[in-house]
């Protein structure tokens, strides 16, 4: 199984960026897509981007398009959210997350997926 580690979150004030990393321990063969969750305190967990392997094509939930941008490396093993404008409300976990191989399941839906522990993003007003 593969293992996930993000990294950069932290606390920034409204209006601020920050970059998540994700490194993924191997290159999983099949794996529609990486993508970037997130989990506030008493909320369901919800899609935020998605990048399809090999990066052709990205998605974004609608209340970060335009602010939040996701890339990926040329190893495919190494997933980024660069999040610019950011608000107080996309204060939250943010969880990395890999498509299982050969998954049918939307990039941006939490169903069949490896995850990582989590990195913790606070946006203050």
């Known amino acids: 199984q593969v293992q996930l580690v993000e990294s950069g979150g932290g606390s920034v004030q409204a209006g601020g960026s920050l970059r998540l990393t994700c490194e993924a321990s191997?290159?999983?063969?099949?794996?529609?897509?990486m993508a970037w969750f997130r989990q506030a305190p008493g909320k369901e967990r919800e899609g935020v981007a998605a990048?399809?392997?090999?990066?052709?094509?990205?998605a974004y939930a609608d209340s970060v398009k335009g602010r939040f941008t996701i890339s990926q490396d040329n190893a495919k093993t190494t997933v980024y959210l660069q999040m610019n404008s950011l608000k107080p409300e996309d204060t939250a976990m943010y969880y990395c997350?890999?498509?299982?191989?050969?998954?049918?399941?939307?990039?941006?839906?939490?169903?069949?997926?490896?995850w990582g522990q989590g990195t913790q993003v606070t946006v203050s007003s």
């Open positions: 191997r290159y999983t063969y099949g794996s529609p897509c």
């Open positions: 997350a890999q498509s299982l191989p050969y998954s049918g399941s939307s990039c941006l839906r939490a169903e069949d997926k490896y």
């Open positions: 990048i399809t392997t090999g990066g052709r094509s990205t």
